[in-house]
Every structure is written in structure tokens, then in C-alpha cells.
């Protein structure tokens, strides 16, 4: 177990350094200059140079780079060209927002999805495998910027039952955070439910089909044991979807974000981007980068938990 950990850790480490490097050439391939725009309407030469030096613009791109990733290391992401604000405190205001939603997200995601994908696994054939059948297809083809406008024309317009933007912090007003977070999670989680469901019906037919299960059958093992036993093997490739659909959370989280006035990390981005904002785009993608990393690190170690013959892959017996 400490060598398949340590392989995976290894691996883990090298994609941040190849990730942070994609980061940096990217923020710098975006049009336009940074200093020219913070230099304000019809700039001189002599301003835009001094801002360039001043955020050390103007040196080669292997030297920020190294200059970037040593500050990093100490905690040190930079300051806002904006407001001059540390890199490091913005994000601190931001994350949390951006983690909630993704946690409520995944909530949704694993219970609707786990849960319809048994139900329409033991009721193959039936009413209720239909439904369920559908209801994934309804969530891998409806995009989350439809489903949260209809959303709010529907729950905040019409019904009047739901706000249609804003965000309360969960220490100031818990029940009026929930309020405000029911909508986007439902929106981003659906998209993941359906995957889920989809993965979860189709690796439990498999197990339920197999040798195992028969001859617990035999043996008058009753229906619902049968079906937890072949759960939890069918959870192995299930973890792996859920983990590798954390992408498709984070791109979504963008969009849900725009679209209920959220301010999280895909705001943060968004609103970065449109000012050339280098060290807040750096800072937000960098860590949402590493925490990526990190969660699929650790449905590795869950996968090979529920799996063990996944501590040997590559040599290790």
C-alpha cells in the first residue's frame, strides 16, 4: 500500500508541475496587454514600461515562471493589479463560496444518482428502469446555463419560492445560505446524477450477473443483501466517474455561478479574464489545479481500498 502510494503521489506532483507550467503559458497567450489597460486611457510609454517593471512584466518568461513558482511556494500568489489586494486573500473570500456549491453539487450528484441507478438496475424491464433511464438522458443532454435560467423562471419568477441570485454567507444567515444554494446545486448536480445513475445501473447488471451473487442466491440469501453486496463492488468504477467528474463540477461551477450571481471561483476567473487580471487568474486556476490533483488522489486511494488488487497493478506483488 505505501508503494502504490507512493507511485500515485509521484504522479500526482509531476502533473502539478506540468499544470502550473500550461497555467502560466496560457494566462500569458490571452490578447492584450495588462499594462497598457492598468496604465488607464492614453498611456505613455514611459507608464507602461514602469508598470511592466513593477510586476515584472518585462522579464523573460523562464524567470517569472521560477520567480512565480518560488513565491508560490511560500504562500505567495501575487497581488491583484486591480485593487492591489493579496492573491492569497481573494481566493481565501472565494473558495469556500465555490466549495459549498461543489460539495452540495456532489451531494446531489452521488444520492439522486446512486439511488436511481439501483432503482433501475433491480427494477430492470420496468416503469421504473424506464424513468430512471430517462431521467439520465434528460441530465446528460439539457447544458447547466438552460436548466439554471428555466430554473429561475420557474422557482423565482413564477413560484416565487426560491431567490434568483445572490449569496449569504452560511455563519451570517445558514437558512437563507441554504435558500440561496438549493437552485445552482440542483442545476450542477443533475449533470452528475445522471452519469452517476448510468454507471451505477450498468456495473451493478454486471455484478448482479455474476457467480457471486447466483450462489448467494442459491443459498436463500435474501434480495437487498444481494443487491448491498454487489453495491459495494460496483462502487469501484462508480468512485472513479465521480472523481474524474469533478471537472465537468469545476467547468460547471463557471456557468452556475455567472448565471446566480455567486461569488466563487468561476466568477473570480471570469471577472479576471475580462480585466487582465494575471495574478488572480494564476492564483484561482493554480489552486483549483491542485485541488483537482489532490481529489483525484484521493479516489485512487479509495479505488484501491474497495479494490485491493489495484495496490499490486504495476508490478507491486
Known sequence: MIEFLLRRTGT???????????????????????????AGEDPTPEAVAAIRHQFGLDKPLPIQYLDYVGQALHGNLGFSTQDKAPVTTILSERLPVTLELTFLAILVGVLVGIAAGVASAVRRGTAVDYAAN??????????HFWLGLVGIVIFS???????????????????????????????????MAAVV??????????????????????KGLRRPRQVGHALRNSLTTVTTVIGLHLAALISGAVIVEQIFVIPGFGKLIVDGVSSRNYPVIQGAVLVAVVGYVVINLLVDVAYAYLDPRQRTAGGAE
Open 12 to 38: 500526482a506532483v509531476v502533473t502539478v508541475v506540468l499544470a502550473s507550467i500550461a497555467v502560466f503559458l496560457g494566462v500569458r497567450a490571452l490578447p492584450g496587454d495588462p499594462a497598457v489597460v492598468l
Open 134 to 143: 430517462g431521467f439520465g438522458l434528460f441530465g446528460l443532454s439539457i447544458p
Open 157 to 191: 419568477v413564477h413560484w416565487h419560492v426560491l431567490p434568483s441570485s445572490g449569496f449569504v454567507g452560511l455563519a451570517d444567515d445558514p437558512l437563507g445560505n441554504l435558500e440561496r444554494m438549493v437552485m445552482p446545486a440542483l442545476v450542477l448536480g443533475l449533470g
Open 197 to 218: 445513475m448510468r454507471q451505477t445501473r450498468s456495473s451493478l447488471l454486471s455484478q448482479l450477473g455474476a457467480d457471486y451473487v447466483r450462489t448467494a442466491r442459491a
